[in-house]
Structure formats: structure tokens, C-alpha cells
């Protein structure tokens, strides 16, 4: 099973061993890699609609992973008891959805060795409901694939990180951008906060034209994210 960069690099995160359980499976690619390569001796295949559910258990069938990978029409976590297993996978979301997924379901995410999660949108929440849950984000990556950013991270329950100073989330940079990414100076990171400066000079220069009070309140806002995006950059001329 050949996986897309971005899935890819999520299946990396997950240690080998361990149950998983892949929400919002589409069809069931990551599960099918993690029976191939071994590294997870059962994976629960979830996800809401039908149409991803049919195509799961096709692909399933057609590589011979029946008995491996079961495959379970659920809404987020909600047919995951607590226990069944010790990785969660929630991929290609948006943070605000992968932040409810999970508290509405806290049982279970707090019964989890692992969660390995790829936001599509406001990593800052999902990073945020994890320190408030004492999850330790022990290793994150970014990579670009078909000129998209897309962050991905493996938290563990604090009780398994000896020495939690290395990874708390001290600083405003640190939800927002992840502090292992900026202390660590991924270059992909560099290139999305030199995008995403561009991308606010370009706002910038559209509200100024305008000068309402609703866009003076814009240009405030993103006076604010560019402050976060110098700072975020500062990181990359520190000496190592």
C-alpha cells in the first residue's frame, strides 16, 4: 500500500505494536499500511458515512485484511469503547471538529496510550485541548504536499513523559505554530509562516483601501497574526 505523503507521515507517528483505531477512514488506505508494514496488530476502520464504510471493506477484502482490520460505521468515537485501543488516528480535519470528536468522548481519549492527530485548520485548539487534558505533544512534523502545509502531531498522556519541560506549551508561538517545530526549525514551517506573511501584507494592503470600522477591527487582527508570525521566525536566527 502506497500512501500519500501527508498520510504517510501520520502513519510514521504511530507506535508499532500498538491498537489502533483510524477515524475517519476514507478508504481505509492508513489501516491497510499499518496491517502490511506490521505495525499494528489490529485497527478498528471508522468513519460516519456509509459510502467511506463500503469502500473501507472493499479495500480491505481486495488486500487481504479481513481478519486484521475491522470496520466499524461510527460517529467520531462514539462506537470506540474505552480500552479497545491504544492509538487514535484523526487525520484530515479540521481542529475545530477533531476538538469536538474528542471531548465528547473523553473516556476513551483519556484510556489512550497515543493520539496522532493531523488538523487541517486551527492546530491552536487542538493543541489546547490537549495541555488542558494533560496529552504531551512528544513529536510533531509538517510537510507540503500538491502546495499545501499539513501539521501532525503524537501526544501522550503526561503520566508517560518523564521530563514534561521540553514540551510544554509555554508561549502563544507554541499552539499556534508547535513549539517542537519552531525549537526544532522545520523548514516547512519557515516557508508556511513566509506564506502566510505574504498573505497578510496582501490583506493588509486590501483593508487600507477601505478604512470601515469592520475593517479597521480586520486590520487589527491580522496586525496581531503577522506579530505572531515575526515571532514564530525569530526561532530561525537563534543559533543552535
Given at each position: ?35 502490511e508494514n506490521r505495525i499494528s496488530p489490529h485497527v478498528i476502520a471508522m468513519d460516519i458515512n456509509q459510502g467511506p464504510i463500503d469502500r473501507a471493506r472493499e479495500n480491505i477484502i481486495k ?105 510544554q506549551l509555554a508561549l502563544e508561538e507554541h499552539l499556534y505554530y508547535g513549539r517542537l517545530l519552531l525549537e526544532q526549525k522545520n523548514p516547512i514551517l519557515a516557508e508556511y509562516l513566509l ?46
Amino acid at each position: 500500500m502506497q500512501l500519500s505523503k501527508r498520510l504517510q507521515a501520520v502513519a510514521n507517528l504511530v507506535t508499532q505494536g500498538n491498537r489502533v483505531a483510524d477515524v475517519g477512514c476514507d478508504h481505509a488506505y492508513t489501516s491497510i499500511y499499518m496491517a502490511e508494514n506490521r505495525i499494528s496488530p489490529h485497527v478498528i476502520a471508522m468513519d460516519i458515512n456509509q459510502g467511506p464504510i463500503d469502500r473501507a471493506r472493499e479495500n480491505i477484502i481486495k488486500y487481504g485484511y479481513e481478519n486484521q482490520i475491522e470496520v466499524r460505521k461510527s460517529d467520531g468515537l462514539k462506537k470506540l469503547e474505552a480500552g479497545e485501543a491504544d492509538t487514535v488516528i484523526i487525520a484530515g480535519m479540521g481542529g475545530g471538529l477533531i476538538v469536538q470528536i474528542l471531548s465528547e468522548r473523553m473516556e476513551v481519549m483519556k484510556s489512550l496510550r497515543e493520539l496522532v492527530l493531523q488538523p487541517q485548520s486551527e492546530t491552536f485548539k487542538v493543541r489546547h485541548l490537549l495541555m488542558d487534558n494533560n496529552f504531551i505533544i512528544i513529536e510533531e512534523n509538517m510537510i507540503k504536499e500538491d502546495g499545501k502545509f499539513y501539521v501532525m502531531m503524537k501526544a501522550v498522556p503526561q503520566k508517560f513523559v518523564k521530563d514534561t519541560s521540553t514540551y510544554q506549551l509555554a508561549l502563544e508561538e507554541h499552539l499556534y505554530y508547535g513549539r517542537l517545530l519552531l525549537e526544532q526549525k522545520n523548514p516547512i514551517l519557515a516557508e508556511y509562516l513566509l506564506w502566510d506573511l505574504e498573505i497578510c501584507k496582501g490583506i493588509i494592503n486590501t483593508l487600507e483601501e477601505e478604512r470601515t470600522e469592520n475593517t479597521l477591527l480586520r486590520l487589527e487582527e491580522i496586525n496581531n497574526r503577522m506579530e505572531l508570525i515575526h515571532r514564530g521566525l525569530e526561532y530561525y536566527k537563534q543559533e543552535a
